[in-house]
């Protein structure tokens, strides 16, 4: 498993621009696929985006598609989710994950297609 450290969540007003980081330990970020999932205050966590270790190929969430990229600085071994245009909706507590498997390139994924967890970052959005 990889220890996964988070940071960068806040307060923000909707409409505005946050970035998570995400900083495997003892890993690079280029030998492993690493995504984000968030949960909602009362409901499940969900896929965001993911990254794949192989070719670097990038997945979203529909609900996410034009507003969030996801990357990775391998120079800096740190891997973001910039977040634009936020909205109330996107509040949640979100998770940095990663794998060493490479990913199919599905257009979403599951909790259990990862095997490391961060320890969730808290992303309010407000009106």
């Known amino acids: 498993q990889v220890q996964l450290v988070e940071s960068g969540g806040g307060l923000v007003q909707a409409g505005n621009s946050l970035r998570l980081s995400c900083v495997p330990s003892?890993?690079?970020?280029?030998?492993?696929?690493m995504g984000w999932f968030r949960q909602p205050p009362g409901k499940e966590r969900e896929f965001v985006a993911a990254i794949s270790r192989l070719g670097g190929v990038e997945n979203y969430a529909a609900s996410v598609k034009g507003r969030f990229t996801i990357s990775r600085d391998r120079a800096k071994n740190t891997q973001y989710l910039q977040m634009n245009s936020l909205k109330p909706e996107d509040t949640a507590v979100y998770f940095c994950?990663?794998?060493?498997?490479?990913?199919?390139?599905?257009?979403?994924?599951?909790?259990?297609?990862?095997?490391?967890w961060g320890q969730g970052t808290q992303v309010t959005v407000s009106s």
């Open positions: 994950a990663a794998t060493t498997q490479n990913l199919a390139g599905r257009a979403t994924y599951r909790s259990t297609d990862f095997a490391s």
């Open positions: 003892g890993r690079s970020v280029s030998g492993i696929s």
